[in-house]
């Protein structure tokens, strides 16, 4: 994807090289014949998909922006997003989970962690061995980093974390978990640091897992800090350097859920539009019908604008170019188009869209988690405005 663009020309290349479309490929054919089987039954039980997740593992999709020397695919963003919309098609639970894992785990402690933390961590992570957790949102703060009242207090040769994160993805499967505490609440964001906790930590509690609308299957849970031992070197990065770290690692996460959405509404669509050429209604296929038929060209239109926005995204980052708004704006629009679009597919379905065997309602259920997790609309809305605002 090429969006080169000055004040001369324009020069744009629509088309995915073929290393991206095999990796679409490879993507798809894992969702259809592993994800697929199984999916409502997960959704049913709230069952997170361990078995998968290790075969995800082997596949890369667990690390797969990840340098090869840290165990991970060395592939760029487009192949992330490409990879995510193939697994949120089927199933959203099991792509949220390689979302955090990428976006927000593996990313950050590639960016921001020492040498020393790669290769403890970031290793074991990157293969799937091991699963991460980003712990930012709490009970008062939510995406507002600035407002943590976590607390990391330094004790010397460790910090002395106490406090409660809530929403937390992998809450109570996750190995490692990146954790964002204040260290010095008279600093402001110069007060923030982030912090590796491991599982089985002393005073660190894992609470009942949440009980949800949509994305089921993933596991969310809260997560309670009581006198939590923490070595100095587990903090990542530069004291102080915690709420550039919370923001920059938030952007990429943007980008994953901007392509979870896309992938929901493809899903949905691709859903609706096969009912419509099966389904009679007068006499004929209802796609026949131009109610449906405008309901089904709207809905690909809309899919087909997310698409190109989260591409832009994507390649924004890839190219190493400031892709804070332009994740916000993919992050934005797909997610409103993936409820709309669900909501749209559901009806084409008639009352079969409300049995859980035609997978849509499913869809509909998981599209409103995207509208709220790495901030609702009015935070993107304050990214991309603070971004035009700088231009």
């Known amino acids: 994807m090429n969006f080169l663009l000055n004040q001369q020309f324009i020069n744009m290349n629509f088309s995915l090289t073929e290393e991206h479309l095999m990796i679409r490929d490879a993507a798809r054919d894992f969702a259809q014949t592993e994800l697929l089987p199984g999916v409502i039954e997960r959704d049913n039980a709230q069952k997170f998909p361990d078995s998968l997740v290790r075969k995800m593992g082997e596949l890369g999709f667990l690390g797969i922006m990840v340098d090869p020397k840290y165990g ?48 403890k961590y970031l290793t074991k992570l990157a293969t799937g061995e091991s699963i991460g957790a980003f712990c930012l949102s709490e009970p008062e703060a939510g995406s507002d980093a600035t407002s943590q009242r976590t607390t990391a207090i330094d004790k010397g040769d460790y910090y002395l974390i106490n406090g409660t994160k809530n929403w937390i993805t992998n809450g109570g499967r996750a190995d490692f978990y990146l954790v964002i505490a204040q260290t010095d609440k008279h600093k402001g964001s110069h007060g923030i640091n982030a912090f590796i906790v491991e599982k089985g930590t002393p005073g660190f509690d894992i609470g009942p897992k949440e009980d949800k609308l949509g994305i089921r299957g993933s596991d969310t849970h809260t997560l309670q800090f009581n006198d939590v031992k ?60 131009q109610a449906i038929a405008f309901k089904l060209a709207d809905m690909y239109t809309e899919i087909e604008a997310a698409r190109m926005l989260v591409l832009k995204a994507a390649w924004d980052k890839d190219q190493g170019n400031n892709y804070d708004k332009s994740s916000a704006m993919a992050k934005l629009y797909a997610s409103k188009v993936a409820m709309e679009q669900t909501v749209e597919a559901v009806q084409i379905h008639g009352g079969n869209g409300f049995v859980k065997e035609y997978h849509v309602e499913r869809l509909m259920r998981d599209a409103k988690i995207t509208q709220i997790y790495e901030g609702t609309s009015e935070i993107q809305k304050i990214v991309i405005s603070r971004g035009l605002i700088k231009e």
């Open 230 to 289: 923490v070595p100095k070197e587990n903090r990542i990065g530069d004291d102080g350097s915690g709420f550039r770290f919370a923001m920059k690692t938030l952007s990429g996460g943007r980008i994953g859920i901007a392509a979870q959405a896309l992938g929901i509404a493809s899903g949905a669509y691709e859903l609706a539009l096969k009912y419509s050429k099966e389904r009679k209604a007068f006499g004929t296929e209802i796609c026949n019908h």
């Open 72 to 119: 991970g695919s060395g592939m760029d963003t487009i192949s992330y997003v490409l990879i995510m919309e193939e697994l949120s098609k089927i199933d959203a639970s099991a792509s949220v989970m390689v979302s955090v894992n990428n976006s927000l785990v593996c990313y950050g402690l590639e960016a921001f962690g020492s040498e020393a933390q790669k290769q």
